[in-house]
């Protein structure tokens, strides 16, 4: 079955800089798309970016532009989140999350806290 496992979160300095992966598998990974989301207690749940299968096609949210990267490794079904830059508003639980077939998948989610 598919299966979506976040990881690489954890405590950050403002400034600072993270990496999450999303370790994908029950599905062929590179033909589909994937997205990071984020969600902060009392708020929406974000899109924060997105890549195409191939990963030749990224995009993000205005918030993050020029600060996170998203990338992906199809040999390993695993995608990136390169967060760098960090500031307290990007403290969230960061959610993998993919479209396969009609069923919307969803890791659990790898907590950023960003503080001083």
């Known amino acids: 079955q598919v299966q979506l496992v976040e990881s690489g979160g954890g405590l950050v300095q403002p400034g600072g800089s993270l990496r999450l992966s999303c370790a994908a598998s029950?599905?062929?990974?590179?033909?589909?798309?994937m997205r990071w989301y984020r969600q902060a207690p009392g708020k929406e749940r974000e899109l924060v970016a997105s890549?195409?299968?191939?990963?030749?096609?990224?995009n993000y949210a205005n918030s993050v532009k020029g600060r996170f990267a998203i990338s992906r490794d199809n040999a390993k079904s695993t995608m990136y989140l390169q967060m760098a830059s960090l500031k307290p508003e990007d403290t969230a639980v960061y959610y993998c999350?993919?479209?396969?077939?009609?069923?919307?998948?969803w890791g659990k989610g790898t907590l950023v806290t960003v503080s001083s």
């Open positions: 999350h993919a479209v396969v077939g009609t069923v919307y998948y």
């Open positions: 029950g599905f062929t990974f590179s033909n589909y798309g």
């Open positions: 890549i195409s299968g191939t990963g030749g096609i990224r």
